[in-house]
């Protein structure tokens, strides 16, 4: 199983693969270099971090930056602010984000320098902004089970993924429980998403693969990249079966960027899985 760059343009902190349904086209973002790509060579810049985001429809996103929720016109290039983000919080910004099935969108927080527990997780449902778990440290690995059951989400800094059930209206309806504990491994969890079989990917930051596990937490199959950092995973593709992962350049020395040519960069592998299409933000 052959992997391949998708797209040579290297991130100093790839993340937020979002695979948009009616564009047919990958995006993601550089949050370090503040800028949003997508896989037909367009870049737009920001003037403050951006990490995540949904589909709104064909043309309009709904992009989390360290201080705001707001839609982009990606035709325009206009902007509508939504809601604050912790916006009187200097240290933190935005990290990892995914929209649920009901059209709300998670978004989690970390300090701009992984300062302990300075970050938390929010879902913006129909125009209302709630947080939903502090503190939490690095929050990643947002994603939801397909038949609505639970979201998944992971503190990166301690290097364990949670479950949580959700109510029939997306909102959390326990506590979380612990799903995957990595505290044993040279990798941590980083972001991930589900396939329409129920299992979920996770992007292993220092582990150079995505992993596949089942909704039981079974490990199932890894998918090796040229890259130790893999941050973000998204399903895409003509048939849905397309494996797309960024990775970083952060904290590398020159001699690691040496050794590691293709950091930073963003890859894809053909996998048997079906991925779902990303579900619509309903503002």
């Not at 797309?244 to 894809?268: C, K, N, R, V, Y």
Request: charged share 20%.
């Amino acid at each position: 199983m052959n992997t391949r760059v998708h797209d040579a343009r290297p991130c100093a902190l790839g993340e937020g693969a979002l695979w948009h349904p009616l564009r047919k086209r990958l995006f993601w973002f550089d949050i370090l270099g503040k800028k949003l790509h997508c896989d037909d060579g367009q870049s737009w810049s920001f003037d403050a971090h951006v990490s995540a985001a949904g589909w709104v429809d064909t043309d309009v996103l709904l992009i989390a930056s360290e201080r705001a929720l707001f839609t982009f016109n990606l035709e325009t290039g206009a902007q509508e602010h939504l809601c604050d983000l912790e916006a009187d919080d200097p240290v933190t910004r935005s990290n990892d984000g995914r929209v649920d099935p009901w059209g709300g969108f998670w978004i989690g927080t970390m300090g701009k320098a992984a300062e302990p527990s300075a970050g938390a997780i929010y879902r913006y449902y129909r125009g209302d902004l709630r947080r939903l778990y502090a503190p939490v440290t690095i929050t990643n690995a947002i994603c939801f089970a397909p038949d609505k059951s639970c979201a998944y989400w992971a503190d990166s800094a301690v290097k364990k993924l949670f479950r949580v059930p959700l109510d029939e209206n997306g909102w959390p309806a326990a506590a979380p429980a612990l799903f995957l504990d990595f505290s044993s491994e040279d990798f941590g969890p980083d972001g991930a998403v589900v396939a329409s079989d129920g299992s979920l990917l996770n992007a292993q930051w220092g582990g150079s693969r995505v992993a596949r596990y089942s909704a039981e937490g079974k490990f199932i199959e890894a998918f090796a990249f040229p890259a130790t950092q893999i941050s973000c995973p998204a399903l895409g593709g003509p048939d849905m079966r397309t494996l797309f992962a960024t990775s970083a350049q952060q904290g590398m020395t020159s001699d690691q960027l040496i050794a590691e040519p293709f950091a930073g960069q963003t890859f894809w592998v053909d996998i048997s899985v079906k991925g779902l299409p990303e579900y619509q933000v309903i503002l």
